[in-house]
């Protein structure tokens, strides 16, 4: 079962993160905010189910490094799915740096549930709206193969609209579409089918 509530921390929670080292903490890209995210997996998102600070929702959560400087992109893993945020520009979560330490601590972390909270919200109009659509097509009798024709139209089109996006685009839609794992899994394929 996918728990769609939005998550907000506690009091308690904040309080039991360590903030002993992060002094100075500012965010200058990537690895920052990976390592805060790091830090409250592990001080909140692992603990044991009975535990009052536990957090499941942050074990969920994982940061992409895309490889631009500027951007990161965040997924969330619920049963099945692997649910992905647009790219991220890094200076979104550098709006706290003028305070450093604890409140850019705070700030990020905020900003990472928020993303977390937006995917699930999305997930569950999309869930509402695939259900009434299909309860519309089968109260006018549309059949699966009525759609094929249009299926394939709007697949071509997006289809060429992601290869002219070149690699980077082509990569973010399978990752997108397949997870990151199953993307590097067609790049080792293919890149196999190249050595010979």
Known sequence: MIDMH?????????AALPTGDLDGLTID???????????????????????PLRCPALSQIHLWDTGDDGDLMITVDVPGLRLATELIEIRSFQAANDTPGEPVLRAVLTEILSYRNRILRELVTVVA?????????????????????????????????????????????LIHHYGLAKTRRLLDERAGGARA
């Open 29 to 51: 890209g990537f690895s920052d905010v990976k390592r805060i995210l790091v830090l409250a997996q592990k001080a909140l998102g692992y603990l044991p189910d009975d535990d």
């Open 129 to 173: 709206d695939l259900g009434g659509l299909v309860g519309y097509a089968d109260h006018f009798g549309i059949a699966p193969e009525d759609l094929h024709e249009d299926v394939r139209d709007t697949a071509g089109a997006q289809a060429a609209e992601v290869n002219n996006a070149g690699l980077e685009g082509q990569l973010s839609y």
């Open 6 to 14: 939005p998550v907000e921390l506690t009091g308690k929670q904040w």
